[in-house]
């Protein structure tokens, strides 16, 4: 809207805010904040606000600094607004050093995200119901009768209770279960070759809302004469179940490549496995084998979006000339077609998962054209860094609808 005040409408908002930087500094306060405090600005802007806020040294249960803290970190971490349950967070007392006033509060956190795809600032929102949560403290006292309107007001309150409690119950079986779920991860895309190719940089971003855990994979494996193979997969789906067919998928790929080094002999053996697992029906894959002394790349591909390579004048061509159905697409077994297509040294061999480039509602041309752009654009830089570069400029950095896996080799 055009002419519109934002600083003169953050100052009149009725609900009290706090603008805390990443480091829990307050940078900004409305009045209404102030009023709820009783503070002026000079006493909370530049404070961490722990320390304008700390716990009351008298109440052995005070928890308000802990509570409001772990808040903040789960935002800070998943970029995601949190709503705390009704918190007793007393406050120090102006004027009177080392005591405090009893208050209760109902907080929301709520991140600003910057163009480095970072939290940049979070908006703390309250709403304070000591009034509220003090009326109503003799509910349950000798002879007080409840009218309906109070019994449902004390329900009200008691479910919001127990709604806390079962809200950290399941904030710790989540922690505990991502936590499972990133050491599979981590122990599943284990590459041992890959130390040994400082030229090669691979990233894995999980979807965003995720486990932390997907279908996708990557791999590199060291062959005889100084050949390497190269692959990113995808099967369908999301969580443990998916990944655990992508390990089980990705294993019998590593061992294939090793035993038969053609990537199409070992994209059919890999085919007939996965039509005896559940799960792995229509999981792509595309399989690359790099030969430094004949500079050849050799590659099949199973349904899988088509490797770049990248030359130093920023052309880039799709390597799309041996492609064939996902994994168990075809009632019958076929022999998967395979391709060779030369490179010069200072070429870039690009392979990734359809993450990265499909957008709702958008044809997978475009995707593809962003891509290629985005490559010529960084062409020169490290792998490492063309990595990095690539997924911030498909803004990608905070993850996706669908996990990424994405591998870039300096030829």
């Not at 009783?38 to 304008?52: C, E, N, P, V």
């Not at 995601?80 to 509060?105: C, H, K, N």
């Not at 179940?241 to 089980?248: C, L, T």
């Not at 061992?255 to 990537?263: F, N, S, Y």
Request: charged share 25%.
């Amino acid at each position: 809207m055009q002419g519109m005040d934002y600083e003169a409408l953050f100052a009149a908002t009725p609900s009290p805010y706090l603008v805390l930087g990443r480091d829990l500094v307050i940078v900004e306060v409305n009045q209404a904040y102030l009023e709820a405090t009783g503070r002026s600005r000079q006493d909370l802007l530049g404070q961490r606000i722990f320390d304008a806020f700390p716990d009351n040294p008298d109440n052995s249960e005070a928890d308000g600094v802990e509570n409001l803290s772990a808040s903040l970190e789960r935002v800070l971490t998943s970029h995601e607004p949190d709503t705390m349950a009704l918190q007793r967070y007393d406050i120090p007392v102006m004027g009177r050093p080392g005591s405090f006033e009893e208050r209760w509060w109902s907080p929301i956190n709520t991140p600003i995200i910057g163009q480095d795809g970072r939290v940049t600032w979070i908006i703390h929102r309250v709403e304070d119901v000591t009034a509220f949560v003090q009326a109503h403290a003799t509910w349950n006292a000798p002879g007080k009768h409840l009218t309906e309107r109070d019994a449902l007001e004390a329900e009200l309150y008691g479910r919001a209770r127990e709604l806390q409690r079962l809200n950290e119950e399941l904030r710790n079986a989540h922690t505990r279960e991502r936590q499972v779920a990133v050491t599979l991860q981590e122990a599943m895309l284990q590459s041992p070759d890959l130390a040994r190719h400082q030229d090669v940089a691979v990233r894995y971003l999980p979807a965003a809302g995720s486990l932390n855990v997907c279908g996708d994979w990557y791999d590199v494996v060291d062959l005889a004469d100084g050949r390497f193979a190269v692959a990113v997969g995808d099967v369908v789906g999301h969580g443990l179940e998916a990944a655990a067919v992508m390990g089980m998928l990705r294993s019998a790929l590593s061992a294939a490549i090793r035993a038969l080094e053609r990537p199409a002999q070992a994209l059919e053996v890999l085919g007939l496995y996965a039509r005896s697992l559940e799960g792995a029906l229509n999981t792509t894959v595309v399989k690359a084998m790099v030969d430094p002394r004949s500079h050849l790349i050799i590659y099949s591909n199973a349904g899988h979006p088509p490797p770049v390579l990248v030359h130093p004048d920023g052309r880039c061509m799709l390597l799309d000339e041996a492609v064939d159905p996902p994994l168990g697409a075809r009632p019958q077994h076929v022999p998967r077609p395979q391709a060779g297509q030369p490179y010069a040294p200072g070429d870039t061999l690009v392979l990734y998962t359809d993450g990265l480039i499909e957008r709702r509602d958008e044809d997978i041309d475009a995707g593809l054209a962003r891509l290629t752009e985005a490559l010529g654009r960084h062409r020169f830089l490290s792998p490492e860094r063309l990595a990095d570069a690539l997924l911030a400029d498909l803004g990608m950095v905070r993850g996706a609808h669908d996990d990424i896996a994405l591998v870039v080799v300096r030829l």
